[in-house]
């Protein structure tokens, strides 16, 4: 059984990782997380004046690029857990987000993950279930989670 403070000190790991902190101790990998970002939020903001000040209008750009949902999505059963691979040929604005956020209400921890963004959406993920839950999940539940998932993102970009 994992102590809470075992999964904090992890969780502060992943954050360490996700946001290229070479800090050991917490509140300096906090606030390395903080300034990362601030630093997002600025390359946010500088596309944003970009994409405003093109000479393309901005609903023709949306209409003209938005992304395709996911083509494929596997779920396998491991020993303890679940391994997750979502694919598109094309890039996916929040969707992975949105697919972390479905791990957590199904209670699975990410053990391990690559991910790739830029031009294509690939997500292989290895999720573990919390021993503290009593309910057991198999693959199809996840699978099926995960798919509503991308149906709604898929809504909500439309």
């Given at each position: ?30 606030l ?123 809504g909500?970009?439309?």
């Amino acid at each position: 059984m994992v102590s809470r403070e075992q999964s904090l000190h992890d969780k502060l790991q992943i954050l360490r990782s996700v946001t290229h902190s070479r800090s050991m101790n917490d509140s300096s990998i906090i606030l390395d997380a903080s300034n990362y970002i601030k630093e997002l939020k600025h390359k946010v903001e500088r596309l944003n004046q970009e994409i405003s000040s093109s000479s393309t209008p901005l609903d023709a750009s949306i209409h003209h690029h938005r992304p395709s949902p996911p083509r494929d999505v596997t779920v396998e059963t491991l020993e303890k857990g679940f391994l997750v691979n979502v694919h598109s040929g094309k890039s996916c604005p929040g969707l992975l987000v949105s697919i972390l956020a479905t791990f957590e209400d199904l209670g699975l921890h990410v053990l391990e993950a690559r991910v790739s963004c830029a031009d294509t959406f690939h997500l292989q993920a290895i999720g573990g279930q919390n021993e503290e839950d009593e309910e057991n999940i198999d693959a199809q539940m996840v699978k099926r989670a995960i798919s509503n998932t991308i149906k709604n993102w898929r809504g909500s970009n439309e």
